[in-house]
């Protein structure tokens, strides 16, 4: 039989071509400059632009990047049409289009004054184009913050040893940034003292798990409040502790977004980093080590029931799923995710303390989340996947335990593993959660005007300043997104998720390649166009079948949709796929009308990169 080692070699040998040579070429490509001032120093406020140190800045960054979708879209792309197909993706796609989109959104940003892509693809296209991407990018915000809620919801429910060691993490996380940045204390002392104290608070969690609501827990948990929680909106199809744990995970999020980023949101990102590159970089020792020695509690070879090549069409269980375009958006962000280009242009780019430090947090954290990819790609095919249709109920658990039985490899217990790997995964989905909602903030400031280094609390009458501000807006961005989770739609809240992130990666590749079309009439455009176009292609096809086949045809022609809230359910969907194909479309349109001009057009001086 197979062994899981061969997925991880794969992703190590190309991941590594990349990282030497592609983005050494990308860095000289967009001219990179360690001497040039950063907006992190240019608009220093001690508020959202604050120059950060490098490893700092990577462990926010990856740690904003990475959450549910590299988990469970290798997983179940896996299980449908083989793992092949998966880490073929996954393995060439990164490096070449993921890596390279986050890597030229937060070089481009950096030239822009630290402003998002949606500022600057105005700057070429003109005020609608910007309104068009940023109203793109604020609705998929709240898509990402009701999706991502709903997935810690779920892991809190399946592991509540993970919500005690997440409370005490994030309290270690205050603690960490005032000790940093009000005592100026030694950061190396201070590092290993803190991330002791993380790795502590995992066996704190074993000891006393804790839970909303009475369920099947183990013996030691700790339940807070009576009942089963079946009175919690969404309890009905979610059950009463998950649909309990999302309005606390969003409060948090709403919470952590308004603070001034170095006394959470920065100290936090980079403990929680620990965890994550212990979770990955351990898995991934623990493969090599099971292998080479069989140390394993079994075999760490590929399970029976994971295929190599299920065929176009994948699994019947699954489905008519034809493999082009649908593997593609169902991977999502173990490849490329529009998402990154938010956290890249929006949080990342205004603490960035040197501009060459891009190469590795932009390059260097995509391919981070690829080797997440690669092992949640592992997990499945050690452990198996008796339901490809299951979506994310089935993924999450797959994860857990999968990975449990890889760390193994290392004498670590398979249930002491399984609940570690729930902590890596809900610690991913926390950090992404409230850089979310910081983000949406950012676009929303950009909407309706704010001057860089200026911040508003929106707590007055003024109906901008409510949209904009540090402690309104995340309410506008959190209620809408508790509604649609609670609505019971969440299954499809995923596939909107996915098709709109996608959509989103195209639209940043393109603003990007506009920005070097008029940066020099000799800049290359290969680089970045050719993976729009591919991811054009991929996305618009995906959502038409989407919209025309699964809801016009099956749903509502062929009477798929039985009842009168799936007949509206399948409008909506229907009414929200074409909106997005549209506005992609006529981005494409305005963006591909400047590129003619420019490179076509009556000669005009070349636009320096700085200039705004």
């Known amino acids: 039989m197979t062994q899981i080692i061969w997925i991880i070699a794969a992703v190590l040998v190309t991941f590594t071509m990349g990282y030497v040579g592609y983005s050494r070429y990308l860095t000289q490509f967009v001219e990179l400059d360690e001497e040039a001032e950063t907006p992190a120093h240019k608009y220093e406020d001690g508020q959202e632009y604050v120059p950060s140190k490098k490893p700092v800045l990577l462990g926010h960054h990856y740690s904003s990047i990475a959450g549910g979708a590299p988990i469970v879209g290798p997983i179940t792309a896996g299980a449908i049409w083989g793992w092949v197909p998966a880490l073929l993706w996954i393995a060439i796609g990164n490096p070449l289009m993921g890596a390279v989109h986050d890597f030229v959104s937060l070089s481009g940003s950096l030239r822009h004054e630290g402003k998002s892509i949606g500022y600057m693809i105005g700057e070429y296209v003109g005020e609608s184009g910007k309104n068009m991407l940023l109203w793109f990018a604020f609705l998929t915000i709240i898509l990402v913050v009701a999706v991502f809620a709903l997935v810690v ?110 006394v959470l949101l920065q100290p936090r990102d980079y403990l929680s980093s620990f965890l994550l590159y212990t979770g990955v970089g351990g898995a991934i020792v623990a493969i090599i080590v099971g292998t080479l020695l069989g140390t394993s509690s079994e075999p760490l070879v590929v399970d029976s029931t994971i295929g190599a090549f299920e065929g176009f069409w994948g ?30 242009s929006g949080t990342t780019a205004k603490q960035l303390d040197n501009e060459t430090d891009a190469r590795l947090i932009g390059y260097g954290g995509m391919l981070g989340e690829g080797l997440l990819a690669a092992v949640a790609l592992s997990t499945l095919a050690v452990w198996g996947f008796a339901d490809p249709a299951g979506g994310i109920g089935a993924a999450l658990p797959n ?7 890889i760390l193994t490899s290392l004498g670590i217990p398979q249930n002491v593993g399984a609940v570690f790997m729930a902590l890596v995964l809900c610690s991913f989905l926390l950090t992404s959660t409230d850089t979310a909602v910081r983000l949406g903030r950012y676009m929303m400031e950009e909407l309706v005007g704010t001057p860089a280094g200026r911040s508003d609390t929106g707590l007055n009458l003024d109906p901008r300043s409510i949209a904009r501000g540090r ?83 099956l749903n509502l022609l062929e009477g798929g949709a039985e009842t009168t809230e799936a007949m509206i359910s399948s409008g909506v969907q229907m009414a929200l796929g074409l909106v997005l194909i549209g506005l992609a479309l006529a ?25 705004d």
């Not at 959190?478 to 509604?483: D, E, G, N, S």
């Not at 963006?591 to 490179?599: A, C, E, L, S």
Request: net charge negative; charged share 5%.
């Open 153 to 262: 919801g779920i892991v809190f429910n399946a592991y509540p040893q993970v919500v005690t060691a997440s409370l005490i993490y994030i309290g270690l996380a205050l603690v960490f940034g005032i000790y940093l940045y009000q005592f100026n204390g030694p950061f190396i002392p201070g590092t290993i003292l803190f991330v002791a104290g993380v790795f502590a608070a995992v066996w704190v969690g074993l000891q006393y798990p804790l839970a909303l609501f009475a369920g099947d827990y183990p013996a030691e948990t700790i339940v807070l409040l009576g009942g089963d929680g079946s009175w919690v909106p969404g309890a009905a199809a979610l059950g009463g502790n998950t649909a309990g744990w999302i309005p606390v995970v969003m409060v948090y999020a709403a919470i952590a977004s308004a603070l001034p980023v170095w």
């Open 587 to 611: 981005l494409v349109r305005l963006g591909y009308k400047n590129i003619r001009t420019v490179r076509r057009g009556p000669e005009t001086p070349a636009a320096e990169p700085g200039d």
């Open 315 to 344: 699994v019947e269980a699954a489905g008519l799923a034809p493999l082009f375009p649908l593997l593609f958006i169902t991977i999502a962000c173990g490849t490329i995710s529009g998402f990154h280009s938010l956290v890249s």
């Open 399 to 405: 994860f857990a335990s999968g990975g449990g039985l």
């Open 471 to 553: 402690y309104t807006n995340p309410i506008v961005q959190i209620v809408p997104a508790y509604l649609l989770v609670v609505s019971g739609q969440w299954v499809v809240l995923w596939q909107l998720f996915g098709g709109a992130n996608q959509l989103l990666a195209a639209l940043a590749l393109l603003t990007a390649t506009v920005w070097l079309a008029n940066w020099d009439d000799n800049k290359q455009l290969i680089s970045t166009g050719v993976p729009m176009a591919i991811m054009v292609t991929i996305t618009v096809l995906g959502l038409s079948i989407l919209v025309f086949y699964e809801n016009l045809y």
